[in-house]
């Protein structure tokens, strides 16, 4: 198995690296700073939005939408290493318009709106006019089950009336985000579970969202983007802002979370990288017990480990961007659950490293700092680690009891031929 680019991707690959090496890196700082001490600090950065303008003027926007001619074209292998580039700065994602939780939400647009919900919002989201929040996990409930959830979207005449209690909704402070896609239930006892929910349009601002406040992320409110705690208050939108129809909200949600997730994970190897290079850098610059820091045993051990690990998490990234690219995200469910628990911990791992590499000037450090912290996060955002691992252990029990041969990507085959999981074996 080879992995190499396509000159059109190595081509991107080289225009993003520039870009980055021009627009984004040097400002970096002033971004840190601004977001931190701006008078009113929910307003957007000014200075990412000229980078915006930028990256939009030279083509670089709106690379991802695999299946959508509204992208670049690109499939997901193609997208990911150019997603791990932009991981590399918290503030690139958003400048190429490529950042969650609008990547998700216009793909969601693409594939389940109508020609009015698209017309309506995914033209100015493609744009980069407005922004947009998703609104599922809720305070009262084990959201890591979403059919738990329990906010209401009960049908009235011509409308819908949505009340509920979310909170984590990324995104929903900014003044930019003009429209959100809220998750509820429109048939509490249906029998099958799955058919209980819908998503539905809230327009934003709507005189019966109130945002209780923004949640705090270590200690940081993580402005001007945010995760609000939100009430739904007899919020009313007409009836045509029902996505795909009643019942189809966990169809909607599966099928947005699974791209959504390998977006985190690609991004997570372009953050492990950059705290490697830091890493590297810091500890060739100290001089510890007659020697060069990097040459002490320990930390010689954590680079060629930190190397291991990033190495095998994005070849199982990419691996699972090949599956949803030639089977679907439904078969490749298994290794975007692997590769969610897998990318997040290997990058929170290396990160960790460079902090320690770097002292007390490690948690001083607002780029390891912010890396850090939001690594961590993503160790239970889209879905827990632990519920991903009970999924991957279920999906492999019931393969085995069936001598599934196509389990884990293909490689069953191989176990199968070699009898090493013929059903006749002893235990």
Not at 279 to 303: C, D, H, N, T, Y
Request: charged share 25%; hydrophobic share 40%.
């Amino acid at each position: 198995m080879t992995i190499s680019y396509s000159p059109k991707v190595a081509a991107l690959r080289a225009r993003i690296s520039d870009f980055m090496a021009a627009h984004i890196y040097p400002n970096e700082n002033a971004l840190f700073a601004a977001s931190h001490n701006a008078t009113d600090r929910w307003q957007p950065l000014a200075l990412l939005e000229e980078i915006k303008q930028k990256a939009k003027a030279l083509g670089l926007w709106n690379l991802f939408l695999p299946e959508s001619e509204l992208g670049a074209g690109l499939t997901n292998v193609e997208y990911a290493p150019l997603a791990e580039l932009m991981g590399r700065s918290p503030f690139a994602p958003e400048a190429f318009n490529c950042s969650a939780p609008e990547t998700g939400n216009m793909e969601v647009f693409v594939r389940d709106g109508t020609e009015a919900q698209k017309a309506a919002y995914l033209t100015r989201l493609l744009a980069g006019e407005i922004r947009s929040a998703f609104a599922m996990t809720e305070p009262n409930v084990a959201s890591s089950d979403a059919t738990n959830i329990e906010t209401s979207i009960r049908r009235d005449g011509d409308d819908y009336v949505i009340n509920g209690h979310k909170w984590w909704i990324s995104g929903a402070a900014d003044p930019r985000c003009k429209i959100m896609i809220v998750m509820g239930k429109s048939d509490a006892h249906n029998p099958d579970r799955h058919k209980q929910q819908s998503m539905i349009l809230v327009p934003l601002p709507h005189p019966g969202v109130t945002i209780k406040r923004p949640l705090p992320v270590f200690g940081n409110d993580d402005a001007p983007h945010g995760h609000a705690e939100l009430i739904f208050d007899n919020v009313r939108v007409p009836a045509s802002n029902i996505l795909l129809g009643e019942g189809r909200g966990f169809e909607i949600a599966q099928g947005r979370l699974g791209p959504g997730r390998i977006h985190h994970c690609m991004r997570s190897i372009g953050v492990a990288e950059r705290a490697l290079e830091r890493m590297i850098r810091r500890l060739e610059s100290r001089f510890a017990f007659g020697k060069m820091v990097s040459e002490q045993s320990v930390w010689s051990e954590r680079i060629a480990e930190s190397r291991i690990m990033i190495d095998q998490a994005r070849l199982l990234c990419l691996h699972a961007a090949h599956l949803m690219d030639t089977v679907g995200n439904k078969h490749a469910r298994a290794e975007i659950a692997m590769i969610k628990v897998v990318a997040p911990n290997v990058a929170c791992k290396v990160v960790d490293w460079a902090i320690q590499s770097f002292g007390g000037g490690g948690v001083a450090d607002t780029w390891l700092s912010m890396a850090y912290v939001h690594q961590r996060t993503l160790r239970f955002a889209d879905g827990p680690d632990e519920v991903h691992r009970d999924q991957l252990a279920r999906m492999e029990k019931a393969a085995l009891r069936n001598a599934d041969p196509d389990r884990s990507g293909g490689w069953g085959k191989v176990m199968v031929a070699d009898g090493l999981s013929h059903p006749g074996l002893p235990v």
